[in-house]
Structure formats: structure tokens, C-alpha cells
């Protein structure tokens, strides 16, 4: 076959698998990918993600779902004669932000809508008994990084969709049947992961293990008690674990000898506007007594997202072996403090989120074992976190030198540069057409003179998500304002940097920036 291909899944009688697949398509799906140029006549022809079937005897293939429906997520019902489909009818890029939950047959594929939820969707998963469908819904900035309450549907028209899990604190971001009666999640919970079991009748919610780790790619199996999952956390890096959840064993070593650059990570809790805020400090490998040490504040992408106790990567993880402590903060907008928290950001870009980063800043400064100058802080970030790099910036004077990475310079023009504008709608409330004032208070551009830090600014050169644009307006204002910048872009590469040599250029300007300006 010739196209994208994800998502491979036994159906319940084991004489097909079916996956998910763009035919003919040369380019992987999503907006982290480095995106074709455009040529011709632009969104002509939208290409589609559907659900197709291929017959375990004969490799026979047949797409099933409708030709114009884009399938981002799916499951078979536990008869085998249909679909639980997470779905939009449009661009598959730019439309999961309005997802609808669909019925589609699996013979005939026919698909019959069963909920179009006000905020988005992920991870439809078919109950046992066939007669409803679990989702996770909530305010989700970026499509396959999931988080939110978890909802039961009717798995037939007409029925009122019910949130099993109203004001928990944990985001959850996978869901598993066990039985009928009991459905597994995985989820985000204050900085760190773990796995609870709901009651889908009564909503009774119990927490099965959490802590300090982050959990990828779980599964179960389909008869007992065996649950699997990528394993990873400050200390030990990602591998996979399977067994009755609390008695996991190690499955595969293939980063056993990965080495620790890093001391032991501490999580904060901080007050920020009345509410409590949590964070990660990560301090340097070796610290000695009496010596002063810079710090770089690393915002986490998103908006919707989290900065999970995993293991560090990239600059989180380059950084503490060259002297600096690295503090992981989660502002509101966070998973893993409950819907209420994650929504705390929407029409409010850098107001609320700025605060509660830079009183978490106090609050490590205030901590007697660290020994941080606080005249040598640094911030740092990708995508969402390189758009607070930027707005931090024009907004206080208190770090010495920024590394901003595929930032948002101006939401006015980023709002039509974008191939995936529908994102913004459900964070600030309207189009930039209908109230452009909401945009223009959250724009660095709008308070750009106010800039005295070093910026170094870096972009993907065929960035959809967050177009090169962005960068080159913040780069060309802070160069004519005689503010020290540099701009970088790496050619071919998507808002997700993928070539290891562009990822190692990466790491190696952003700590030579830091040490230009952090380091005494």
C-alpha cells in the first residue's frame, strides 16, 4: 500500500485488522510535520484520514469510513459490525478542533453522528457491552496530546452525553475498559501520572497508582489483569512495563544505558492569584557548596500540556550538566490540575500564566538549598513556551537572556498565517475578525519596545503550526531596536524539529546564548 498508515487493530474476532490511512499521501499526518509547499490552488484537495479494513487471509484492503469524514482516532465495537470514530468533515489538519464522535458501520460505511461536543475530543473507546462509547473531552491545544474529563455517550443517537468525572483534579489522557462495570484512564495529576478506575454508573473515581513518572502508550490485555506502558520519570528513562498495575515488570532495556546528567528533581507548590500551582526544579549534577548558579525557566508547549516528571530531554536535559538549575513550571493552562485549571488561560494568554511562572520564580528563589542568582535567570521554550518566551520578555526585565523557539509573535497575523486558525477559537472566545482587541492584548508585538533582554529566536523553516513569519517579525523588531538577537531557521524541518543534527545545533546555540549572558 502507498500512504500514511497508523493505528493497526485486531477486530473482536481476530479475521481482520483495520487501520487508519491516507492513500496515497507522501507526507505524514498532523501540523508537527514539515508541511509541502503549497502550489496551485490552496485546500483543493484536502487529504483524508479514514478507517480502513484489510482481511487477515486474503491482505484484501476496503475503506470503510465516508470519503469525506477525516478519522483521527477510532475502536470497533465488540461485535466487529462497527466504529466508534472521533471525526471531522474537512481539512484533518486544521478541523480536530471540531471533532465530532460518529457511529460508522462497518459494512456498509455509513456514519451517523452521536455527539458534537462544545470543546474537543480523543481516545473514543467502545464500552463491553456495546452500548456506549467512553471519550476524553476538554480544552485540548494540540491533537494526539490529550487531557481532560472523562464522558460516557450513548453508543446510538439521541442519547444525552454524561461526564463520569466533574471537578477531578486528573487529566486524563487514555482510557481502557476492564469490564461493564469498570473503566480504566490514564492520566496527568499534579506534574506527574498515574492510572484511576472509574465507576461508570455511579462515577465513583479511585486512583490505581500515581506519582512522579509519566506513562505512554497504554494498553491492556483483553483477558485479565495485565496492563502495559511506556515507563519513564527523572530517574530512569522510557521503557516498556507490563502486569497488574502496581506490579509492573520490565519488559525491554533499550535505554538501560542511558546516563543522568541532572540531580534529583524536586517538585514546588506555590499560591498564585489564590490558587495552588505546581512545578519541577531540576537542579545541576554536581553542586557545590557556597557557589551561586543561573536558572532557566522552561514553559511547556501547548497551551494545554504539562511539564511531567519524564526524562529530560533536549535543553531540560543539556542545561543541568553545564552548571544551570532548570525550572519546569505549570501555569494554568496545565493538564493535571482539572478542567477548570486547564481552561484558566483561555482569553488571557500571558496574563494569568505569566503570573503564576514568575511567582513560582519567587518561590525558588525564596528556597534556602538553592542557590540561585536571581540576577542570572534565563526562559526558554517551544511553540506555546517559545510564544511566553517572547511575551515574558516584553513584559518584565527580570531574565537576563531568552531562547524562544516556533514563537507567536503578533495572534493578529499569526491568525491568518496559520494552517490550523480553529485552534484559537475555544481560547479566545471569537475570530481575530470579531474581536481583534482579545488578540492584540496577548501580542508581544504590541508592547515590543518595551524589550531589553537577548533573544535568541529559532523556527522550522516549514513550520505550519506556527508559520517562519512569526520569527522573523520578533527577530527584525528586536534587531532594530538594538536588542542583541539572532534568528536560525533549519530548512525542511516542521514545527517538530526531526533531524538529529538540527536537534543537536538546537541544543548547543541555546546553552552558548545562555552562557553568553547567564554565566559570570
Known sequence: MKGQLQELRWSPDGKSLSFLFVEGS???????????????????????????????????????????????????????????????????????????????????????????????????????????????????????????????????????????????????????????????????????????SVDPASGRLTSVTEGAEKLGHVGAARKGSAVVAIRESFESPPDVWAGPVGTWRNLSNANRSAKRFWGSAETLHWNSDGASVQGWLLPPSEVEAGRSYPMVVVAHGGPSGASTASWPSRWTAALPSQGYYVFLPNPRGSFGFGEEFTEGNVKDFGGGDLRDILTGVDAVLAKGSARIDPKRLGITGWSYGGYMTMWAVTQTDRFAAGVAGAGIASWQSYYGQNKIDKWMLPFFGASVYDDPKVYAQSSPMEFIKKVKTPTLVLHGERDSEVPTPQGYEFWHALKALGVPTRLVIYTDEGHSIRKPENQKDIIARSVAWFDQYLKP
Open 26 to 196: 507522501e507526507q505524514e499526518t498532523g501540523a508537527l510535520t514539515a508541511h509541502k509547499r503549497d502550489s496551485g490552488v490552496v485546500e483543493e484537495h484536502p487529504e483524508m484520514q479514514r478507517i480502513a479494513v484489510a482481511d487477515a487471509a486474503t491482505g484484501k484492503v476496503r475503506s470503510v469510513s465516508p470519503a469525506d469524514l477525516y478519522v483521527y482516532d477510532y475502536d470497533w465495537s465488540p461485535d466487529g459490525r462497527a466504529f466508534a470514530a472521533e471525526g471531522a468533515v474537512g481539512s484533518g489538519t486544521n478541523d480536530y478542533w471540531l471533532a465530532q464522535l460518529y457511529r460508522v458501520d462497518a459494512a456498509s460505511g455509513t456514519a451517523e453522528s452521536l455527539w458534537k461536543p462544545p470543546l474537543q475530543l480523543a481516545c473514543p473507546r467502545f464500552s463491553p457491552d456495546g452500548r456506549s462509547i467512553a471519550v476524553i473531552h476538554g480544552i485540548m491545544s494540540d491533537e494526539g496530546s490529550n487531557g481532560g474529563d472523562v464522558w460516557l455517550v450513548p453508543a446510538t443517537p439521541g442519547g444525552n452525553a454524561r461526564d463520569l468525572t466533574p471537578g477531578t483534579t486528573w487529566s486524563a489522557a487514555r482510557l481502557i475498559w476492564r469490564s461493564p462495570t469498570e473503566l480504566l484512564f490514564a492520566g496527568h495529576r499534579d506534574g506527574g501520572f498515574g492510572i484511576a
